[in-house]
């Protein structure tokens, strides 16, 4: 399906979170380990908070790996908050409109994952997203939708609740249509400030997802690894697999569950999907 990463804390070359890890993102491209496929060859993106009002998007139909711009970028170019996302399709189109992350306004959303049998429930999907945000649509993947209708349920006031109830109605949708298990999922969304990531499936056996550990516990374990020289003690990597091998630099997310990380602190909260007001379609 797909690989992803968000990182925060203090500014970071870019090549040293998608080249330098000995299973860096770039790597993942090619030879995920963990992941329902092997090879997540259908184009990428990345999104960072840098000096303007917006985040920034970079999105290619490359492999990662075969891409000389993003190594050209990922050489200069430092943030503080980043995005990225490596894509193997589940059946939607190969275009930079479907590639991830998906922006709107401040907020960033990535997904792994499908919706099951998405063309059953797509139109159901789609007129429950709010009209305003509708025409803001630009790809045809389920991923985008997920976004949209989490907006709709209010993810800029409260995302945890905004994406239970996402979930909720994805689910009481794809059921009214046959589909045993609807949702297979983790999301990371951000709005520059906060992140927040979602482990869940319906079926209760979800894709991989890891938080990286304090970061000064690491550089006093590991003082001459140099991908953990000048690291603010904020830094947090919140990953679909490990980057590395360091024993102790990961901890699994549980399934069924929403990790929030402010700053350098990590919070895990129980998820549960709730049913939305307008549950029925």
């Not at 080249?19 to 992941?35: D, E, F, T």
């Not at 999104?47 to 993003?70: Q, V």
Request: charged fraction near 20%.
């Amino acid at each position: 399906m797909c690989r992803w990463l968000a990182y925060s804390g203090s500014p970071v070359r870019l090549d040293d979170l998608l080249y330098k890890p000995s299973n860096s993102l770039v790597i993942q491209s090619k030879h995920a380990r963990m992941g329902a496929e092997t090879t997540n060859g259908d184009g990428f993106g990345l999104g960072w908070y840098g000096t303007e009002p917006l985040p920034g998007l970079f999105h290619s139909t490359m492999p990662a790996w075969h891409d000389r711009n993003l190594r050209e970028l990922a050489a200069q170019a430092s943030a503080g908050r980043v995005f990225a996302h490596i894509r193997a399709t589940t059946g939607t189109a190969i275009q930079e409109t479907n590639c991830h992350p998906f922006r709107h306004g401040q907020w960033l959303w990535m997904h792994n994952g499908a919706l099951t049998d998405f063309p059953k429930v797509k139109r159901d999907l789609a007129m429950a997203v709010e009209p305003s945000l509708y025409p803001q649509i630009e790809g045809s993947t389920d991923s985008e939708l997920f976004f949209y209708l989490a907006l709709t349920f209010g993810l800029e006031r409260d995302p945890r609740a905004a994406v239970a109830e996402a979930v909720g109605f994805i689910e009481d949708a794809g059921r009214r249509r046959g589909i045993e298990h609807p949702v297979q999922m983790t999301v990371a969304t951000t709005d520059g400030d906060t992140t927040w990531a979602f482990r869940y499936s319906s079926e209760g056996s979800s894709r991989s997802l890891f938080v990286s550990s304090d970061i000064t516990t690491l550089q006093a374990q590991y003082p001459d690894h140099p991908l953990l020289h000048g690291r603010s003690d904020d830094t947090r990597l919140v990953v679909s697999e490990p980057l590395g091998d360091l024993q102790g630099a990961w901890q699994e997310v549980p399934d069924g569950t929403c990790l929030v990380v402010h700053g350098g602190e990590k919070d895990l909260y129980p998820f549960t999907p709730s049913a939305p007001v307008a549950a029925a379609v």
